[in-house]
Nanobody, 128 residues
Framework: VQLQASGGGLVQPGGSLRLSCAPS????????MGWFRQAPGKEREFVAA??????????KYADSVKGRFTISRDNAKNTVYLQMNALNAEDTGVYYC????????????????????WGQGTLVTVSS
């Protein structure tokens, strides 16, 4: 499956953005979905993830975004979102969505290797 991420842009500190991720074809199906980001000169880091297991959704967030970011999905629109509030300069980077149709355990949701499909990335710049 190919993923398309969108919604990035330039925002002032304290502002909000909502990123979207949708498959270019087909549906997400049963899945785990993650958002990662990569700042200039830094390694890709985990941001947030959600996992569908036994009919329940489970969520995981990086400590740096807890309380500010929310991952969610809209089945009718076949889209996963990352709502980002109270943005600061440290949130600047290219944001990637990633998907696996496996059902990984909660403990590995933060690992890039858990996912087997990635979007192309969308740039978020937080600056005044």
């Amino acid at each position: 499956v190919q993923l398309q991420a969108s919604g990035g842009g330039l925002v002032q500190p304290g502002g909000s953005l909502r990123l979207s991720c949708a498959p270019s074809t087909g549906t997400f199906g049963t899945f785990a979905m993650g958002w990662f980001r990569q700042a200039p000169g830094k390694e890709r880091e985990f941001v947030a993830a959600m996992r569908l297991s036994s009919g329940n959704l489970h969520y995981k967030y990086a400590d740096s975004v807890k309380g500010r970011f929310t991952i969610s999905r809209d089945n009718a629109k076949n889209t996963v979102y990352l709502q980002m509030n109270a943005l600061n300069a440290e949130d600047t980077g290219v944001y990637y969505c990633a998907l696996t149709r496996n059902s990984p355990i909660y403990g590995v949701l933060h690992r890039p290797g858990t996912y087997d499909a990635w979007g192309q990335g969308t740039l978020v710049t937080v600056s005044s």
